[in-house]
């Protein structure tokens, strides 16, 4: 066989910034550039001296078949893209892990993108996965701006939106209802006995709706002090973190020290509610009771307990999964809005 390294060389030289392709490896391999590729993507297309003439050149390049070529012959890119606010809050955590394998048993790839909060990068990370044309797209949330809307519309590319729920999705949806979600904690604990509770919410659009339809219905149930129309509320920024909890507290004594209910629009919020109650001597739950939102993995080992909001993260990455493979294959998703639901995990907080 021809030695790897004048071909390489002659690579370099001949196409300034290029790559080894795909007819380097095949006059490496000593075979022609369609035989090559017969061997790469057809195995059994080629006799077996001459499959491993062209796996041994592959190996001593290190040569990468250029996959869009083949997405754009078999109009597959066998790619999927998701958008995630962030990767350093465990709460989405569950739902990549679930797409990922659920995608990856299905022949597909995920491709992992982190829009943020505030100041958004979405539209740009949006029109550069469309670029690209992946087999579909899974998004987080449901608020869009019109031009990314517009783009997706117009692309053709399935996607799914997920952790929020809306009769009009853009494609597809899987999710459940902040507004709900907020209604339920209020009426939990109320009927725990609480009469004076706050809110503690991320700046983010969901973390607002959960905090105003748990406000609303609080004020409703008569839990406002005083019988005014809002509860005391503390927005920090997001993605949360323990020591917003703990000033979010702080700030919420400031404004009722009275207040013997918190719900905290993430578990993280909680914990560090949990730890500033402690270290003022207030008794949870039997001075204060707090509530969390994503039941994550350390909620079950706090001291006490956190009483929190389930999602099934994994559930809904399965989902969304099925539903771009479905859309891939040529199959129609007859029920494109998924309510996933939520649980209400009671433990020691309340």
Not at 212 to 223: T, Y
Not at 293 to 300: A, K, W, Y
Request: neutral net charge.
């Amino acid at each position: 066989m021809t030695d790897p390294q004048p071909v390489l060389e002659k690579v370099r030289k001949g196409r300034k910034g290029a790559g080894l392709t795909l007819r380097d490896v095949a006059k490496l391999a000593g075979v022609a550039p369609i035989t090559a590729s017969r061997a790469l993507n057809t195995p059994d297309a080629v006799s077996e001296t001459v499959l491993k003439k062209v796996r041994e050149a592959v190996e001593r390049t290190g040569y990468v078949p250029n996959l869009l070529a083949g997405g754009l012959a078999s109009k597959k890119s066998r790619l999927v893209a998701a958008v995630v606010p962030t990767i350093v809050g465990p709460i989405f955590l569950e739902t990549v892990q679930s797409l990922t394998e659920s995608l990856a048993a299905a022949g597909y790839q995920l491709m992992l993108g982190q829009s943020g909060y505030e100041n958004s990068r979405e539209d740009a990370l949006l029109e550069a996965i469309i670029g690209r044309r992946p087999d579909g797209v899974v998004l987080t949330g449901i608020m869009r701006s019109p031009e990314s809307r517009k783009r997706l519309l117009a692309s053709g590319i399935p996607v799914v939106e997920t952790w929020d729920l809306t009769p009009t999705p853009i494609d597809m949806l899987v999710g459940f209802s902040h507004e709900n979600i907020g209604i339920a904690v209020a009426r939990h604990l109320h009927a725990a006995g609480r009469r004076r509770v706050a809110v503690i919410a991320g700046v983010d659009e969901r973390s607002r709706r959960r905090a105003k339809s748990f406000s609303d219905e609080a004020v409703r149930l008569g839990m406002a002090a005083g019988g005014v129309t809002e509860i005391p509320l503390c927005m920090v920024p997001a993605p949360t973190t323990l020591g917003s909890g703990r000033t979010g507290l702080s700030d919420l004594l400031g404004q009722d020290a009275a207040i013997d209910g918190v719900f905290c629009s993430s578990d993280v919020l909680a914990m560090g509610v949990m730890i500033e109650a402690q270290v003022r001597g207030i008794s949870i739950p039997g001075q204060l009771a707090v509530m969390g939102f994503g039941d994550l993995s350390f909620s079950r080992d706090l001291h006490p307990q956190l009483t929190t909001v389930r999602i099934d993260g994994t559930g809904i990455g399965k989902v969304a999964a099925q539903f771009i493979i479905d859309r891939a294959d040529g199959l129609q998703v007859a029920d494109r809005v998924h309510d996933i639901g939520f649980t209400i995990i009671e433990r020691e907080s309340v």
